[in-house]
Every structure is written in structure tokens, then in C-alpha cells.
């Protein structure tokens, strides 16, 4: 495992743009705990030397507008990983004007809280695709 693991981190440039950021956590001998992570959600060995496409998804039951959404995260994730990337889906905050119209909390919530987790989540994590 140590032969492929290395072979395919030698296959691109450590600078690659197309992974700039998941080479800094999952690249070289000390991230191997990082890497050991990452198995038991589907990795593969060489799913190490491709980039990590972030998906974010709002799929919840809270409100029946998300109730498909991860049925298109999940078409976006074999696009991404037909296209050589590895594709990581992730949530993030769900908020129903429906619901929560007309409530002191509902402009908090959409001017606050749902841009910031999705901004946290992304900047913290491994994903290459940022824009």
C-alpha cells in the first residue's frame, strides 16, 4: 500500500492547482491519520492523489422544497467523480421561509446563520473546489 499510496502522490506536482487544498491535509507520511479518516467513507488509495470535490447539500425533512435534495447531491457526486475528482458531499443549515416567515428569528436566520456554517464548513475542509 505504501508503493501505490507514494507512486500516486507523485503523479502530480505538489503545488497542483486542482489540489491545492486537500494536498496540504492528505499529502506526505505525517497525514496518514488524516488519510486513515477517510477510508471508511469510501476513499481509495487513489482517490489521494485526485481533487476533492466539495458538494453541500441542504437535504433535510424540515420543509418538503429539500426533500429531494440529496437525490442531486448525489447525481452531482458521480458527475464530479466521472470527471477524475473524488467528490465529498456534506450539509449544511436548512431554513424554510415557509416556516419560519413573519418570526422575529427569520431575517437573523437568512442574513446570519446560512451563509456562515456553508463558509465555515468549506474554508475548514479538505475540498479543492471553492468558487
Not at 82 to 111: H, R
Request: aromatic share 4%; net charge positive.
Amino acid at each position: 500500500m505504501k508503493t501505490t499510496l507514494a507512486a500516486n502522490r507523485k503523479s502530480k506536482p505538489p503545488g497542483s492547482l486542482l489540489r491545492a487544498h486537500s494536498s496540504i491535509v492528505l499529502d506526505g507520511l505525517q497525514r496518514a491519520p488524516s488519510r486513515a479518516m477517510l477510508y471508511p467513507v469510501g476513499f481509495k488509495p487513489e482517490d489521494f492523489s485526485k481533487p476533492v470535490i466539495g458538494i453541500a447539500s441542504s437535504w433535510s425533512m424540515v420543509t418538503p422544497c429539500n426533500m429531494h435534495l440529496d437525490k442531486l447531491a448525489r447525481i452531482a457526486e458521480a458527475g464530479a467523480n466521472e470527471a477524475g475528482g473524488k467528490a465529498i458531499i456534506f450539509d449544511t443549515i436548512t431554513v424554510s421561509d415557509g416556516i419560519s416567515m413573519g418570526t422575529d428569528e427569520s431575517s437573523t436566520l437568512f442574513q446570519c446563520l446560512r451563509p456562515s456554517p456553508l463558509t465555515r464548513i468549506i474554508k475548514s475542509a479538505i475540498v479543492n473546489s471553492r468558487k
